[in-house]
C-alpha cells in the first residue's frame, strides 16, 4: 500500500516527492540538494533488491513532520536511517546499518567489527560531511553557506 504526500509550494520549483513505504523495513533520509548524496543514493537503490528502503530527500515535503524526534539540522550534518520502530542512526553508524542489511553490503560489514573501525568510518564520514560541497556537490553548494559543527561533546 503507498500513501501519496501532499506537496504545497509557496513559491519557486516544487519539493521533490516520494511515496510512503508502509512494507519497508527503513527509512533513509538524505540532502536533496547534495548531488554527491544523490549519486551514492542511486547506488542504495540499485542494491536494494528486496525494496526494503525508503529513500526520500530531507527537503521532501512532510520528512520533518513524520520524524520530528530528528532535529533539522541533523538532516545538512549527515544522513539519517530510521527502522520502523524508530531507531535512528545517522552518518557512520547509518552506513553501518545499511550494509548489514543490504544483500552486497553483508560482504563488507564485517569491517566494523575491528576495533578501529568505527571511530575511523566516523571520521572519514565527517570529513566528507563538511567537504562534499566541495565534492561536485552542485552550483548552489558554492553559495550556501556551511554551518555544520562536528564538535565532540563529552
Known amino acids: 500500500m503507498t500513501v501519496s504526500v501532499v506537496r504545497f509550494v509557496v513559491a519557486g520549483a516544487a519539493e521533490p516527492t516520494y511515496e510512503v513505504c508502509a ?5 533513509v533520509v538524505y540532502d536533496g540538494h547534495c548531488k554527491v548524496c544523490g ?11 528486496q525494496k526494503i528502503l525508503e529513500i526520500m530527500p530531507s527537503q521532501a515535503a512532510g520528512v520533518g513532520a513524520r520524524f520530528p524526534w530528528i532535529p533539522v539540522r541533523a538532516y545538512q550534518e549527515s544522513v539519517q536511517l530510521v527502522a520502523r520502530d524508530g531507531r535512528t ?7 553501518e546499518q545499511l550494509l548489514k542489511v543490504l544483500p552486497k553490503g553483508r560482504l563488507v560489514s564485517w569491517i566494523f567489527a575491528l576495533p578501529f573501525a568505527r571511530p575511523m568510518a566516523e571520521r572519514i564520514y565527517r570529513w566528507f560531511a563538511r567537504n562534499r560541497y566541495r565534492l561536485g556537490c552542485g552550483e548552489h553548494c558554492t553559495y550556501r553557506p556551511l554551518q555544520v559543527d562536528f564538535e565532540e561533546k563529552v
Do not use: E, F, N, T
Open 39 to 49: 549519486r551514492l543514493v542511486k547506488a542504495l537503490r540499485a542494491w536494494d533488491k
Open 89 to 95: 542512526w545517522q552518518g557512520a553508524a547509518a552506513i
Open 23 to 27: 512494507q519497508c523495513q527503513y527509512s
